[in-house]
């Protein structure tokens, strides 16, 4: 009988997760089922679902004939995750909490928990998602005598750094979400869905059984914590700062916002009174207020640039590319989803980057994820502190320049002679 690799696959409950740890098994690996619970939901006074995840992951376990685990993180994800989470709405900043949860804790404590626990030679999710260690022998089930124990784990060492590639499905990837992983969990994660899409992971799971599963809507809320009235979820732990609301055209109040926390730039301000829309443009933390301006696609919400802080190159640290020229053409995105935009990157010394792009975007946004591509390759990610000036800034400044030329007293000639 061929030797049986341990694979521990993060169970959530949802049908990605549950067709990964099908594929596991058929592929003949020793799979082991793990339900991670991250929230408690004691302290809150909204729904949670957490308790019924776990019961369908369990299902589902017992569907495959597979041992099942549950592991909480709780602490973990308070102290790691939202405390920072909070911290970053002080700040003024929008982060991104499913980028830190999986940072710090499925690929952190999580991978810990699996490899060095529970004795795991890999973990899996159901990310859609693709490493380049896909379809290399490590993870293949080829052999036909017990090799040596540490075999497995010594390929991981020994081969060239893991890459992270988009997953086949394009409209369902999730590399925007993976651009913090460490290289080390990297190298011992499978991805079983990479060269699925969506309908045939649905299919497999209909195929399987798992109703139970397919039935659930998918997650879109905040990480771990589900869907919320994100005003009010935030004021339960944040003390509210009440501040005006400001044109950012000729500086006069137009009402009055809970806190800044509360608003991310190029949303809709809901302002009491007021004819036609506005849209938050600013903020300035130490006054309180929140610039808005009158229409949707206002120059004030587009810029070319950003840098971040210390950037996570997920494979080479940083790329060669950058090290020779200290620049390097690659393309950008900071929502999941939006349009790749051509950009440069520029390295700085302290390993934070500089991103010009190819053209102004809306609403770049302080605290979310700067993540670069090449191709079809994931580079990493860094969290954005800094905005180059808007197109209404640039503008203005032109005009004023403009002004002040044309009001410039003409030379006094000099006499003749």
């Not at 991104?96 to 973990?123: E, S, W």
């Not at 925007?176 to 899409?197: K, N, V, Y």
């Not at 109040?253 to 509360?262: A, L, P, S, Y």
């Not at 390295?347 to 700067?370: E, Y």
């Amino acid at each position: 009988m061929g030797y049986i690799r341990h694979v521990v696959c993060a169970m959530s409950g949802g049908v990605d997760s549950s067709v990964a740890a099908l594929l596991l098994k058929r592929r003949g690996y020793s799979v082991t089922g793990v339900f991670m619970k991250n929230w408690d939901s004691l302290d809150e006074t909204g729904v949670c679902t957490a308790d019924k995840d776990c019961e369908d992951a369990y299902r589902v376990c017992q569907t495959l004939d597979i041992p099942f685990h549950q592991v909480s993180y709780v602490k973990e994800y308070w102290h790691e995750v939202f405390s920072q989470l909070l911290k970053e709405y002080e700040r003024g900043r929008t982060p991104n909490p499913d980028i830190l949860c999986n940072k710090h804790i499925k690929f952190n404590h999580f991978h810990k928990y699996a490899v060095n626990t529970l004795g795991a030679d890999a973990m899996a999710t159901g990310h859609y998602a693709m490493t380049s260690q896909e379809d290399e022998e490590v993870f293949q089930q080829t052999h036909t005598a017990p090799p040596s124990s540490t075999l497995f784990r010594d390929r991981f060492e020994i081969r060239n750094p893991a890459r992270l590639y988009k997953g086949a499905d394009l409209l369902k990837d999730q590399t925007f979400f993976l651009s913090q992983i460490p290289q080390d969990a990297l190298r011992q994660t499978m991805f079983p869905l990479a060269g699925l899409t969506k309908d045939f992971v649905k299919k497999m799971a209909a195929e399987a059984g798992f109703h139970h599963v397919l039935k659930k809507k998918e997650s879109m809320g905040i990480c771990f914590i589900g869907e919320r009235n994100f005003g009010n979820f935030i004021l339960e732990y944040l003390e509210p700062k009440p501040g005006n609301f400001v044109s950012i055209e000729d500086g006069t109040v137009k009402g009055r916002h809970k806190g800044w926390f509360t608003l991310t730039l190029g949303q809709r301000a809901k302002i009491g009174g007021q004819m036609g829309p506005w849209f938050v443009v600013d903020k300035d933390i130490d006054t309180g207020d929140v610039f808005v301006a009158p229409t949707t696609n206002h120059p004030a919400l587009f810029r070319d640039t950003v840098r971040t802080d210390r950037f996570h190159w997920v494979t080479f640290d940083p790329p060669p590319e950058l090290v020779k020229t200290q620049m390097m053409e690659c393309h950008f995105r900071f929502i999941h989803q939006m349009p790749l935009i051509p950009c440069t990157v520029t390295l700085n010394m302290n390993g934070s980057v500089w991103i010009t792009l190819s053209q102004p975007v809306r609403a770049l946004t302080p605290g979310q994820f700067a993540v670069l591509y090449k191709g079809d390759e994931c580079l990493g990610s860094g969290k954005i502190v800094q905005l180059g000036p808007s197109e209404y800034t640039l503008q203005r400044g032109r005009e004023r320049l403009v002004a002040a030329a044309q009001h410039k007293e003409p030379a006094t000639p000099e006499p003749a002679g």
